[in-house]
T-cell receptor
C-alpha cells in the first residue's frame, strides 16, 4: 500500500462548487503539505502544517483552505472553485525529526482537478 | 529563498553518464542543496542532498563546487527510467520551493 494517498485521483467540477481533496499518510509524519502544479511549471506551495495544531500559508493560499483532522490526514478545500484552479494537486509529508533543511518530503500520486 | 538556475532540457543516451548542472550564486552559508525528480505522471521523489561535501547514494552523486555557487547532479548510467524533470532546490528550514527544473530525455 502507498504511504501517501490522495483522494480523489481525478475530479471534474463546475465553477462555484465547493471541493475537498483529501490526503492520508501511514508514515507517521508530523509535517504535511499541499502543492499545485500547472502544466510545464514546477510545484507551488499552497499550505503546510508542522503538526495538528499548526497551519501555515504558502505561496498561493488565496482561494484555498485546509484542515488537519489528525496527524495522518490533511484536507484541502476550494470553497468556490474557479477555472484557473484547474491543476494537478500534490500532497506531501516529512518527518521533521531533523532540521527542516534536511528532512525528506514524500509525495502522493496527485489529484487532477478540472474546473469547468 | 535563494534562486537556482537550471537548463530547461537535456538529452542523454542510455547507459551513459549524465551531468545535470545547477547554478545558485546567491546561496547562503546554511542553505542545503536538494535534488528531487518527477517521473511522468507521478509526484516528485527525493534524489539526494548536500551542504558542502560531495555526496553519493544509490541513485546519484552530488558534486558541489568549492564556493558552493554551483552543483552538479550525476547519474552514472542513465536508463530509460531516469527520464524525468529534475529539480535543484536550495533549502533552509522551509518546505521545498520548486522551480521549473530540467527535463531529461534518455535515448535508447
Amino acid at each position: 500500500d502507498a504511504d501517501v494517498t490522495q483522494t480523489p485521483r481525478n475530479r471534474i467540477t463546475k465553477t462555484g462548487k465547493r471541493i475537498m481533496l483529501e490526503c492520508s499518510q501511514t508514515k507517521g509524519h508530523d509535517r504535511m503539505y499541499w502543492y499545485r502544479q500547472d502544466p510545464g511549471l514546477g510545484l507551488r506551495l499552497i499550505y503546510y502544517s508542522f503538526d495538528v495544531k499548526d497551519i501555515n500559508k504558502g505561496e498561493i493560499s488565496d482561494g484555498y483552505s485546509v484542515s488537519r483532522q489528525a496527524q495522518a490526514k490533511f484536507s484541502l478545500s476550494l470553497e468556490s472553485a474557479i477555472p484557473n484552479q484547474t491543476a494537478l494537486y500534490f500532497c506531501a509529508t516529512s518527518d521533521g525529526f531533523r532540521d527542516s533543511a534536511t528532512d525528506t518530503q514524500y509525495f502522493g500520486p496527485g489529484t487532477r482537478l478540472t474546473v469547468l | 529563498d535563494a534562486k537556482t538556475t537550471q537548463p530547461n532540457s537535456m538529452e542523454s543516451n542510455e547507459e551513459e553518464p549524465v551531468h545535470l548542472p545547477c547554478n545558485h550564486s546567491t546561496i547562503s552559508g546554511t542553505d542545503y542543496i536538494h535534488w528531487y525528480r518527477q517521473l511522468p505522471s507521478q509526484g516528485p521523489e527525493y534524489v539526494i542532498h548536500g551542504l558542502t561535501s560531495n555526496v553519493n547514494n544509490r541513485m546519484a552523486s552530488l558534486a558541489i563546487a568549492e564556493d558552493r555557487k554551483s552543483s552538479t547532479l550525476i547519474l552514472h548510467r542513465a536508463t530509460l527510467r531516469d527520464a524525468a524533470v529534475y529539480y535543484c532546490i536550495l533549502r533552509l528550514n522551509t518546505p521545498l520551493v520548486f522551480g521549473k527544473g530540467t527535463r531529461l530525455s534518455v535515448i535508447a
